[in-house]
């Protein structure tokens, strides 16, 4: 893997791994407590994620949703009314077998992708800072990370 951390090129080097092509779907989801979601078919998987998001946080939500399927994680939760809200922009014909949202940190699943998503975000960011500073020297990339 290359740092710093391009979360296309990820999440295409992902998808050969897993065998599967891998969708990424930007939406205006439709409530405020959910950040993304995973929805596997029986072929293909598609990482849905609002719109709104700052970059940083579009990131940390595609990668929390492939710490899903990297740990092949259940579904724990009613997502079925959010599916179907968004039903009309999934690939034609889709039919859904599983679906994780990122929302809330309750459960040991969310907390185990949550923090799957933060380390491979931290190591893609500390790569990032190490090569700034080795192109414009010593605090040059702290006073980026302000901004």
């Not at 989801?29 to 995973?38: A, C, K, M, Q």
């Not at 009309?88 to 923090?115: I, K, T």
Request: hydrophobic share 40%; charged share 25%; net charge negative.
């Amino acid at each position: 893997m290359v740092f710093p951390l391009d979360i296309d090129e990820f999440c295409q080097k992902f998808a050969v791994h897993r065998g599967r092509p891998i969708s990424i779907l930007e939406l205006c989801l439709p409530s405020s407590d959910v950040f993304g979601l995973w929805l596997e078919s029986a072929d293909s998987d598609v990482i849905v994620h609002d719109a709104n998001l700052p970059p940083r946080q579009r990131v940390k939500t595609i990668l929390h949703e492939c710490g899903h399927m990297a740990l092949d994680h259940k579904p724990d939760n009613g997502d079925e009314d959010l599916v179907r809200m968004i039903a009309p922009h999934l690939p034609p014909g889709m039919v859904w077998r599983r679906c994780l949202r990122r929302d809330c940190f309750d459960s040991p699943q969310e907390n185990d992708a949550e923090h799957f998503a933060a380390v491979l975000q931290y190591w893609g960011y500390a790569a990032d800072a190490e090569r700034r500073q080795k192109i414009s020297g010593p605090g040059f990339g702290d006073a980026v990370d302000i901004f």
